[in-house]
C-alpha cells in the first residue's frame, strides 16, 4: 500500500522525474568516461592479467640430475623473487616493452618465516603500495621456498600487454642474471640457468565492467533523486499547512453579542430586529387576526 502511495506521488512529479533520469545518465557517463579537452575518453576500467613460471636451474639442469640438490637453487630462488621487484631489474623489464622502470609496480613475495609485524605493510609501505594498485602495468613475484621456481603474474588494460609483460619479466631476469655473471666473470659451469616453463598465457580479467557499472551507477542515483524529490514535496507540504495554520491563529474570533435579561440576569443573544414599513392603504387589506399576530412576534 505504501509503496502505491509512492508511486502516485512520484506520477505527480513527472518533469522532476525527467530531470532525475538526465542527471543519473549523466552520472553513469562520467562513471565511464572522462572528459579530455573537448571530447570524451573511455576510463580505464577493465584490464587483463598474464602469467608464467620461469626455473632457477644450473647449467646442467637439476630436473634430470640425481646427484644435485633442489635446495640451494629454491633459495636462490626466493631471492630472485624479491630482487624482480627492484628498481634495477624492473628499468631492464621496461626496456622490452617500451615503458619506463618507474611505469611498472611490482610485489615481491613475503617470506612466511618473517614476524608478523614484518609481513604486515607499515604505514609508508601501504601509501605506497595503494599509489601502486592505481598503476596499470603491474607485475607480482611468488615462489615455493621447497621449490626453484619463481610464480609471474603480470597486469596491463589489455591481454596482448599483459603476455608481453610477463614474458619481459622473464627476459629481463635472465638479462640482468647474465650481465652480472659476466661482469663478475663466473664460470660457465658454476652460472646460474633461467628457464621460462612455457610462454606467458593471458586474458581478460573484469570483461563488461564498463556497462555493469555504468547501469549500477544510473540506478542508485535516480533512487537517490526519488527520495529526494518524495522528502522535499513532503517538506514543502507541511510547510505550506503549518503556514495556513499561523494565519488562522492570527485571525480575531467573531463572537456573538450578547445582552443581559433584566429579570434573571442571565446573558441572552440579541439579535436585530429588521422592520418594513407598509403603506398604509396596504394595511387595510390585512386581517385583523394577522394584524394581531405580527403585533405580537414584535413584542417577542
Given at each position: 500500500m505504501?509503496?502505491?502511495?509512492v508511486?502516485r506521488e512520484?506520477s505527480r512529479?513527472?518533469i522532476l522525474?525527467?530531470v532525475?533520469?538526465?542527471?543519473a545518465?549523466?552520472?553513469?557517463?562520467f562513471?565511464?568516461y572522462?572528459v579530455?579537452?573537448s571530447?570524451?575518453?573511455s576510463?580505464?576500467l577493465?584490464y587483463s592479467s598474464?602469467n608464467?613460471q620461469?626455473?632457477?636451474d644450473?647449467?646442467?639442469s637439476?630436473l634430470?640430475?640425481?646427484?644435485q640438490?633442489f635446495?640451494?637453487?629454491?633459495?636462490?630462488?626466493?631471492v630472485?623473487?624479491?630482487?624482480?621487484?627492484s628498481?634495477?631489474?624492473?628499468a631492464?623489464?621496461?626496456?622490452?616493452?617500451?615503458?619506463s622502470?618507474?611505469q611498472?609496480?611490482a610485489?615481491?613475495?613475503v617470506n612466511p618465516?618473517?614476524p608478523r609485524?614484518?609481513q604486515?605493510?607499515t604505514?609508508?609501505?601501504r601509501?605506497?603500495?595503494i599509489?601502486g594498485?592505481t598503476?596499470?602495468?603491474r607485475?607480482e613475484f611468488?615462489?615455493?621456498t621447497?621449490q626453484?621456481?619463481?610464480?609471474?603474474?603480470?597486469q596491463?588494460?589489455?591481454?596482448?600487454q599483459?603476455?608481453a609483460?610477463a614474458?619481459?619479466?622473464?627476459?629481463?631476469?635472465q638479462?640482468?642474471?647474465a650481465?652480472?655473471?659476466?661482469t663478475s666473470?663466473?664460470?660457465?659451469?658454476?652460472?646460474v640457468?633461467i628457464?621460462?616453463l612455457g610462454?606467458?598465457?593471458g586474458?581478460?580479467?573484469?570483461?563488461g565492467?564498463?556497462?555493469?557499472l555504468?547501469?549500477?551507477?544510473?540506478v542508485?542515483?535516480?533512487?537517490?533523486?526519488?527520495?529526494?524529490v518524495l522528502?522535499?514535496?513532503?517538506?514543502?507540504?507541511?510547510w505550506?499547512?503549518s503556514?495556513?495554520?499561523?494565519t488562522?491563529e492570527?485571525?480575531p474570533a467573531?463572537?456573538?453579542?450578547t445582552s443581559?435579561?433584566g429579570?434573571g440576569g442571565?446573558?441572552?443573544?440579541?439579535?436585530?430586529l429588521?422592520t418594513t414599513?407598509v403603506?398604509?392603504?396596504?394595511?387595510?387589506d390585512v386581517?385583523?387576526?394577522e394584524?394581531m399576530?405580527g403585533?405580537g412576534?414584535?413584542l417577542?
Open positions: 505504501e509503496f502505491a502511495l508511486l512520484l512529479r513527472k522525474l525527467l532525475g533520469v538526465l542527471v545518465a549523466a552520472a553513469a557517463v562513471s565511464v572522462r579530455d579537452g571530447s570524451l575518453e576510463r580505464s577493465q598474464a608464467t620461469v626455473l632457477v644450473s647449467p646442467k637439476v634430470g640430475n640425481l646427484s640438490s635446495e640451494p637453487l629454491s633459495i636462490r630462488a626466493s630472485y623473487a624479491n630482487f624482480m621487484a628498481p634495477a631489474v624492473l631492464v623489464i621496461g626496456q622490452h616493452v617500451g615503458l622502470g618507474g611498472i609496480y610485489a615481491g613475495p618465516q618473517q609485524v614484518v604486515e605493510p604505514a609508508l609501505k601509501n605506497i603500495e599509489t594498485e598503476n596499470p602495468y607485475l611468488s615462489n615455493n621447497s626453484p621456481t619463481i610464480n609471474i603474474y603480470a596491463a588494460p589489455k591481454t596482448s599483459a603476455i609483460l614474458n619481459a619479466a622473464v627476459v629481463g631476469l638479462s640482468y642474471v650481465g652480472l655473471q659476466r666473470g663466473t664460470p660457465s659451469a658454476a652460472r640457468t628457464r621460462q610462454p606467458a598465457i586474458g581478460v580479467v573484469n570483461g565492467i564498463s556497462k555493469a555504468a547501469a549500477i551507477v544510473f542508485m542515483v535516480f533512487l537517490l533523486w526519488c527520495v529526494l522528502v522535499g514535496s513532503r517538506f514543502v507540504e507541511i505550506r499547512t503556514g495556513s495554520l499561523d488562522r492570527d485571525a467573531e463572537t456573538p453579542q443581559v435579561d429579570a442571565a446573558p441572552t443573544p440579541s439579535y436585530d429588521h414599513d403603506p398604509a392603504t396596504q394595511m387595510r386581517p385583523s387576526d394584524l399576530l403585533a412576534r414584535s417577542r
